[in-house]
C-alpha cells in the first residue's frame, strides 16, 4: 500500500497568514500515460463529514474559494491556503486514487488560529 | 442534489452482527463506484470497502476483509454493508462515500455518517 505522509501534524496560523501542509507519498501517484497525480485534498470540521477540496493534487473543487491552493507532482505535494480566516479551522487530509483498489489517506494535519 | 444519509449504526457486543445501510438520491449508485470509510474517535480516516460502478468487483481493506460484506441495490438506489464479528477496533463512524471519475478520481460526496460502537 502506498503510505501518505502529511507534515507538521499541527500547525497555528494568524487570521489572514499563509498555511501550508505538505504530503509525501511513499511511491509516485503520477500516471505516466496521462500525467495527471491522483492526489485529493479533503478539509473536515468537528462534527462533519470531509468535504473535497482539491483534486488532481491541483485542481479546486466547485465552491472551494480560491485561497486554497494545490501544488506538487510525483511523491510530494502541498495545499495552501493563502489567507487564512476562521472558517478554515479543521483538520486537513490527502488521499491517494494512484493505487487502488487500497485508498490511502495521510493522518491529517489540524489547523487552528494563533 | 446529491445525498447520502447512512442508517443502522449503534452500539453492538463483540462477536455481534451489525447491518448499515446508506440512501442515495440525487444520483444513481451504479453509475459510480460507492465506498465506505470509517473514522474512529479522535483518529483519522481508514478506507473500508468499495463496490465498482457495474457491481462486477469488491474489494475490502485488509483490517475487514473475511468479516464484512458490501452490497448494493439498484432497486433502492441503497448501498449496504454488513459487519460481522465485530470487534472493538471497528468501533468509528463509518460514511458512506461517492467516488466521481471525471478525467481524475476523488470522494466527491460524503454522508453525514452512522456510529458503530462495538463494547460488551
Known amino acids: 500500500d502506498i503510505v501518505m505522509t502529511q507534515s507538521p501534524d499541527s500547525l497555528a496560523v494568524s487570521l489572514g497568514e499563509r498555511a501550508t501542509i505538505n504530503c509525501k507519498s511513499s511511491?509516485?501517484?503520477?500516471?505516466?500515460?496521462?500525467?495527471?497525480?491522483?492526489l485529493a485534498w479533503y478539509q473536515q470540521k468537528p462534527g462533519q463529514p470531509p468535504k473535497l477540496l482539491i483534486y488532481g493534487a491541483s485542481t479546486r473543487e466547485s465552491g472551494v474559494p480560491d485561497r486554497f491552493s494545490g501544488s506538487g507532482s510525483g511523491t510530494d505535494f502541498t495545499l495552501t491556503i493563502s489567507s487564512l480566516q476562521a472558517e478554515d479551522v479543521a483538520v486537513y487530509y490527502c488521499q491517494q486514487f494512484y493505487s487502488t483498489p487500497s485508498w490511502t489517506f495521510g493522518q491529517g494535519t489540524k489547523v487552528e488560529v494563533k | 442534489q446529491v445525498q447520502l444519509v447512512e442508517s443502522g449504526g449503534g452500539v453492538v457486543q463483540p462477536g455481534r452482527s451489525l447491518r448499515l445501510s446508506c440512501a442515495a438520491s440525487?444520483?444513481?449508485?451504479?453509475?459510480?463506484?460507492m465506498h465506505w470509510v470509517r473514522q474512529a474517535p479522535g483518529k483519522g480516516l481508514e478506507w473500508v470497502a468499495v463496490i465498482w460502478y457495474d457491481g462486477s468487483d469488491k474489494y475490502y481493506a485488509d483490517s475487514v476483509k473475511g468479516r464484512f460484506i458490501i452490497s448494493r441495490d439498484n432497486s433502492k438506489n441503497t448501498l449496504d454493508l454488513q459487519m460481522n464479528n465485530l470487534r472493538a477496533e471497528d468501533t468509528a463512524v463509518y460514511y458512506c462515500v461517492r467516488e466521481d471519475r471525471n478525467g481524475y478520481s476523488y470522494f466527491d460526496y460524503w454522508g453525514q455518517g452512522t456510529l458503530v460502537t462495538v463494547s460488551p
Open positions: 511511491q509516485t501517484v503520477l500516471y505516466g500515460s496521462n500525467n495527471k497525480n491522483y
Open positions: 440525487g444520483f444513481i449508485v451504479s453509475n459510480h463506484g
